[in-house]
């Protein structure tokens, strides 16, 4: 135990990030990166920017909320814009969530609303998946407390239609919803048109996975105004500098960039098909995934040992300690070539296609 840690904190279970090795070179697809570069006019907007480094960012976000707004169809005061889906899931519990107010969370999803619920001392309400690891929508209705859904989820890959998340919002109008939608450009669809029905609605999307901008840490909150300018009362109060110069105009040049957003998502979609085909002729069982990654597991070889093994041949995947979860990899798409070397490797782990 540490010297220094408040005791209110000395259980606090930090979140355990995909590794990110420095030691060797490895087909890194275990933290659902793109395997593209940003697009052009993004690098060109960052260099665009660094001469003017002396200078605070504008701490409202204007002209990117105003890029977001014509993107989305919604007003700039419906959009907040967080250093990464992370921070705005962040303020949103602090917002809407004390030690009496708790979270509602499935039981496997995103490993960080956990974590919060730990350093913020927010009780959780864990609601299990059912045994093929879907979300019943009904267990969610009336619950009496602030709700995060992942949809798509995080690490079963399985999406829910937006009129099941409205269900959901209409069957908890006095609490808040948010809808975590890091994966939804990948063949799900949006819950954003829902905010203007749904006062209760927070959207959160990410430029982490579809935008190629992981490393510039970026994302958006979307809610009707009164939700995001309480969300915006909690920003203001710990870092109202929080989006830097360099991510500000890469965020709107990413926005404008669609064709290149576009042609990437829709090639990760095309390898995630062939990726699946693959693993199911080699006995794999897989989630009907909407995201850059794939959920997958085989009588063949056990979880942890088939992580470790694709480990020293150079394949980095992530693998999950929990119950539930510990027989499953969860596989980023990569690119054509890097899924190819995937499977080379596991035939010769397991003995042959
Ligand atoms: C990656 C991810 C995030 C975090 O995204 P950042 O914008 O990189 O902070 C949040 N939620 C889910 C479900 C994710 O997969």
Same mark, same amino acid.
């Given at each position: 135990m540490s010297r220094y840690l408040s005791p209110t904190l000395t259980s606090l279970k930090p979140y355990t990030p995909g590794e990110q090795? !420095? /030691?060797?070179?490895? &087909?890194? *697809?275990?933290?659902?990166?793109?395997p593209y570069p940003p697009a052009t006019a993004v690098v060109e907007a960052i260099q665009?920017?660094?001469?003017?480094?002396?200078?605070?960012? =504008?701490?409202?976000?204007?002209? *990117?909320?105003?890029?977001?707004?014509?993107?989305?169809?919604? /007003?700039? /005061?419906? %959009?907040?814009?967080?250093?990464?889906? =992370?921070?705005?899931?962040?303020?949103?519990?602090?917002?809407?969530? /004390?030690?009496?107010?708790?979270?509602?969370?499935?039981? %496997?999803?995103? #490993?960080?609303?956990a974590v919060w619920c730990g350093l913020l001392h927010i009780p959780e309400d864990v609601i299990p998946l059912e045994e093929d690891f879907r979300l019943d929508p009904a267990k969610y209705y009336g619950r009496g407390e602030t709700i995060v859904i992942a949809n798509p989820n995080a690490p079963t890959g399985l999406a829910l239609p937006p009129e099941e998340i409205a269900k959901i919002a209409a069957a908890n109008s006095d609490n808040v919803v948010i809808v975590d939608e890091a994966y939804v450009d990948f063949g799900a669809e949006s819950c954003v048109p829902l905010i203007h029905s749904y006062d209760n609605l927070l959207v959160v999307q990410t430029f982490s996975k579809s935008r190629q901008m992981a490393g510039a840490r970026l994302g958006f909150a979307m809610g009707c105004k009164e939700l995001i300018a309480d969300l915006e009362r909690v920003r203001s109060s710990l870092n109202p500098y929080n989006i830097n110069r360099m991510t500000l105009a890469?965020?709107?040049?990413?926005?404008?960039?669609?064709?290149?957003?576009?042609?990437?998502?829709? !090639?990760?979609?095309? $390898?995630?098909?062939?990726?699946?085909?693959?693993?199911?002729?080699? #006995?794999?069982?897989?989630? =009907?995934?909407? $995201?850059?990654?794939?959920?997958?597991? $085989?009588?063949?070889m056990e979880g942890g040992a088939l992580y470790q093994a694709l480990r020293d041949k150079g394949v980095l995947v992530r693998h999950f300690s929990g119950p539930r979860?510990?027989?499953?990899?969860? &596989?980023? %798409? #990569?690119?054509?070539?890097? @899924?190819? &070397?995937? @499977?080379?490797?596991?035939?010769?782990?397991? #003995?042959?296609p």
């Open positions: 090795p !420095q /030691d060797r070179s490895y &087909i890194k *697809l275990n933290t659902n990166e793109s665009a920017e660094t001469g003017r480094l002396q200078l605070y960012p =504008d701490p409202a976000c204007t002209a *990117l909320r105003q890029a977001a707004a014509r993107y989305y169809g919604i /007003d700039p /005061d419906e %959009v907040m814009a967080g250093n990464g889906s =992370d921070e705005n899931l962040f303020f949103a519990l602090r917002a809407f969530c /004390d030690e009496t107010h708790p979270l509602a969370h499935a039981d %496997v999803t995103y #490993g960080c609303y890469a965020g709107i040049a990413a926005l404008e960039s669609t064709g290149y957003f576009n042609e990437t998502r829709q !090639q990760i979609c095309e $390898t995630r098909a062939w990726a699946a085909e693959q693993l199911a002729r080699r #006995g794999f069982e897989l989630t =009907d995934s909407r $995201t850059n990654f794939l959920f997958a597991r $085989t009588d063949r979860t510990s027989d499953w990899l969860r &596989i980023t %798409v #990569g690119t054509l070539e890097q @899924m190819e &070397i995937l @499977m080379a490797r596991l035939d010769e782990i397991l #003995g042959g």
